[in-house]
């Protein structure tokens, strides 16, 4: 058991500064609390009276009981003798929503705050936070108000902000598509529990499927990248990042309160782990909602788009093509069946253009007929419900059967307009069905589920297909004849076993290396592949402590030198450990 | 008078293809037309009967008076001779609704239309179109169903598009937005009446203040061009493009019917004009809304943000640097009056983060105390107001209380979110400001807004400003001691005064030649350009009839070679005309 259970899952809470005066955060905190949690909650408020028949103690040394977790939302200065309060209480954690600490220019008050938690083992979260969602405990230990924005239901996505108020936008607008959550945490100024421990924790987490997180600035970089890289390999994970830009990261460095902003590079290395780097605010929800929707697959090259509207089809291919996603091209037979299909005075081709005439009934034979001569990897409906002749409720029951009918047909729905069409886009997602709003939502949801990790194959199936996968590099040395696996096989498999190696890259050429450029710790060693080189260090084929990029260039171009006589696959370049790592098998 | 004249503000209507059938685009059609145009409308229908109590004519030949514009919704195939008919009728205008023609391989039926329309002198819009609205006259002559979406209330945009489905999306997202319409027209197949037509006719049409155009293809190219760099002299000018991508082109030659797809060129120049390229659906009705609520100028350099979410802000920030739109820069002294202003916990920066627990007091006196020691051309006001401090309606009356104390400070909002943030974002647009919905559509507003003309001077002061620049272009030669204008100055001047002078390029080097690249038609001319030299030909100092871009090139090479003594500014460049023009002042 984790500490931070005692966060999401507490035995009981107390709630100090709460209040019963009406707009004030510490009513809607506990307001919040009260109608979410089904254990016992204490207030503690030093006035004394009640909320909504509840009595609030006036000292916390009142209350009769242990304290598991704490809620603190007293001005900054009292919060370090509030803090000691709890500590006789056995708290385990207290989240500190107040401000007033480092971001306020009082970093000696948020370190005398954090000395004293870790004096009583108490740990922290925040300060200056909105606090955080459980939406399956359920508890909703979190000072929005619910009046003025949407809580997403239960649901699958986790969300962690390093922005309180955005954290907020990011549940109002998934709320607002009817996305579900799992949990939502608001990490302040992060001063103990931070972004690094808390995806940590959450990793381990079967309800988080997918996680979307606001990063500012990280004082805890290559931490932070290792365990998103980890995580990435079991859940799909949505990164939206504040400050990439010059006077951007100056505007998250007054805001969050100092530590420099990660560069370009902490986005490429990022990329790189088959992680989805939002490019605004909009692909990052809609991202979310196409992760949470669908499977992740290579949908790149295998796109049919059938439309109602022909300029909206073109516009998305357009923007589709921005983002390097093209679509299938059908061949003569496809062809010919499909102008079978569909009526003769429609141009056939991709998107298919149903016309602003279309009732669902064309949709429907279309769409049928297709999937009997071909399967999309991805099927995009634009389906502009404001024509005349569109009969949305047949339209709704014709997507929910071919949802049933097969649920491996991929489809994402494009709908865009005011209310009848928000309406309209409303019901489509009841189905469980993924809408983008508009072609460049679409094309940012399309190119988050083809993100594909470092080899080349999607994410989600990784665990899956382990044995498949081990089998595979096996056969393919056999098939070579060899019955020996080159070094970067070996350590392949021991990773699909999830046996930890070093971080290695296996370059084919100078091509590759280049790109490995920002990816590696050095120092680095750099190794021959070759199929006729077993015994490299025999040969001059490994050359260890390369400290920085030319010399890596330098010792591969010396390497192809000396063994320009072997057949050579190309080299291994990993970060170096205390003892190098040698395997046969 | 123009004869388009009769299409927005006709005498009389007749509907043939009227319809009572619940459901039918003929209904449609005919009670929109009935429900906003208060002149007479007689229906036909060859059936006979009556709708809402107004009897529908058999055949076009009882109509007991002349028609002036009629509206034809009846099968393809019997449209020529309905054209037939109303030709017996005087009719002026006739609008095609029907689809079946060229679009669907009916070339033939088309043509034999249009042949029809000739013989009797009548202009067609259409065929396979939507149709027309003038929110002025008022009427709506579509058959966009009302209850399905929104149409814009009566307003300053017009909006011509050759995607009669996205027509009405536009018109759609446009009424959600508050904003409102002067006149929108679907070309469709745009066989008689083309897009360059309509363009000219709303350039002579004062209420048409903003023109949002969407275009897939062109057979007009070089006559358009010509006519919308014409119109953004004198009116803002959004140009949304289907097809710019190369899949994205196909699919709009088989949605239009043929005609090759304008490339990235097409918008270059328009770029160069002054013209605002919209990337996307989403920008293209920002934008629309941004000229709408404000006065173009060059914001771009000259930005403050206030907000009450800090992460919002960075996320804006790092839009706008995308867009290369930069924050004003507070020099000592505003930076030290800020500092007073500001609460002493709050970093002073751009932006200006009043944190998430601003009440308006905070934003009034942040803002009112600003404007008192620096003017910027632009504020960008933050304001989610899910937060518990938010008094939404003080904002409200704040922000229209600056409005009112100063029309000229230029605001835009920016507003995310679900239901409470669509209200509020609703009540502030209802105060005439403009709101954007994510930071993406924030700096493509501002972007729209900074577009500036070929020589560096925003579009719509032109006109206003004849006197003024005409002065400033004399002053500055007789400062520079000279009583002799540049060739490109006395142009100037004439094109000051609308008086026509052939295209031109002013490059005071090769990076500018390089960029006038794809602006010029060949052959042009090439003419040095230097205080010391007045009779050029004298000098070698003019090349005629240079052929393509290497020539050009070539020649300019040679001219400085041979005029290197001389202090040269730079060269012209024109296309050629029949007769070379030359002016002494």
């Known amino acids: ?46 006035r004394g009276g009640e909320l909504h028949g509840l009595k609030m103690y006036r000292e916390i040394s009142e209350i009769p009981d242990q304290i598991d977790l704490a809620l603190i939302i007293v001005p900054a200065e009292s919060v370090p003798e509030t803090i000691e309060q709890l500590g006789e209480k056995k708290t385990k954690i207290a989240v500190v929503y107040s401000g007033g600490f480092r971001e306020a220019g009082r970093k000696d008050l948020e370190e005398r705050l954090i000395d004293t938690a870790k004096r009583y083992g108490i740990r922290i979260l925040g300060p200056n936070c909105v606090g955080f969602i459980d939406s399956w405990t359920p508890i909703n230990a979190t000072f929005i108000s619910r009046e003025r924005q949407g809580i997403p239901e239960k649901g699958f996505i986790s969300i962690i902000s390093q922005s309180g108020a955005l954290g907020s936008l990011f549940l109002d607008l998934l709320s607002y598509r009817g996305i579900g959550l799992r949990r939502f945490v608001s990490i302040g100024n992060a001063s103990d529990i931070d972004l ?36 990435s390999k079991y859940k799909s994970v949505v990164i939206l990042r504040g400050g990439r830009s010059v006077r951007g990261s100056r505007a998250a460095q007054s805001h969050v309160g100092a530590l420099a902003s990660p560069g370009k590079l902490f986005d490429d290395v990022l990329r790189f782990s088959g992680v989805y780097i939002a490019d605004s605010l909009r692909s990052f929800i809609a991202s979310l909602e196409a992760y949470e929707r669908l499977d992740r697959s290579d949908y790149k090259k295998d796109v049919v788009i059938v ?49 602003g005439d279309a009732p669902t009934k064309r949709f429907k034979d279309v769409i049928e007929n297709l999937l009997k001569i071909t399967r999309p990897r991805l099927l995009v409906i634009i389906n502009q419900p404001q024509t005349y002749a569109m009969d949305t409720e047949n339209f709704i029951s014709f997507i929910n059967e071919l949802r049933n009918k097969d649920p491996n047909t991929n489809m994402i729905l494009l709908i865009s307009g005011g209310e009848f069409a ?32 470092i080899h080349g194959e999607p994410m989600i199936s990784r665990l899956e297909n382990r044995r498949e996968k081990g089998i595979k590099i096996i056969e393919k040395a056999l098939k070579e004849g060899r019955h020996i696996l080159y070094e970067h096989e070996t350590k392949e498999l021991l990773n699909i076993y999830d046996i930890d190696t070093p971080k290695r890259f296996f370059a084919k050429d100078l091509e590759d290396i280049e790109k490995s450029k920002d ?27 390369i400290r920085n990029y030319e010399e890596l260039l330098e010792s591969y171009r010396r390497m192809l030198d000396k063994l320009g006589k072997y057949r050579i696959e190309g080299v291994l370049i990993e970060e170096m450990i205390e003892e190098s790592l040698d395997v046969f098998v």
Chains 1, 2 share one sequence.
Do not use: C, W
Not at 422 to 433: M, P, S, V
């Open 1 to 46: 058991m984790s500490i931070l259970d005692h966060m999401f899952n507490p035995v009981n809470i107390a709630i100090i500064g709460a209040s019963n005066r009406e707009g004030s955060l510490g009513r809607g905190l506990a307001e919040n609390v009260l109608e979410s949690f089904r254990g016992r909650v204490y207030l503690v408020n030093k």
């Open 196 to 231: 690094s421990e808390m995806l940590e924790y959450l990793s381990h987490d079967p309800y988080t499927r997918v996680l979307g997180i606001y990063v500012e600035s990280i004082g805890e970089g290559r931490r932070l990248v290792d365990i998103i890289r980890m995580i």
């Open 307 to 355: 439309t109602n509207t022909g300029g909206l089809g073109v516009l998305t291919v357009d923007s589709l093509e921005d983002k390097m996603i093209s679509l299938k091209e059908f061949d003569e037979i496809e062809m010919k069946i499909l102008r079978e299909i569909i009526p003769s005075y429609m141009a056939v081709g991709n998107p298919i253009d149903l016309s």
């Open 422 to 453: 928000i309406e309209f886009a409303r019901k489509i997602r009841g189905l469980g069905i993924a809408v983008a709003e508009d072609p460049e939502e679409l094309s940012s949801m399309i190119q988050a589920l083809s993100i594909t990790p």
């Open 519 to 545: 990816l590696l710790r050095y120092p680095v060693v750099i190794k021959i592949v070759s199929p006729e080189i077993i015994h490299k260090s025999d040969v001059g084929g490994i050359s260890l402590n």
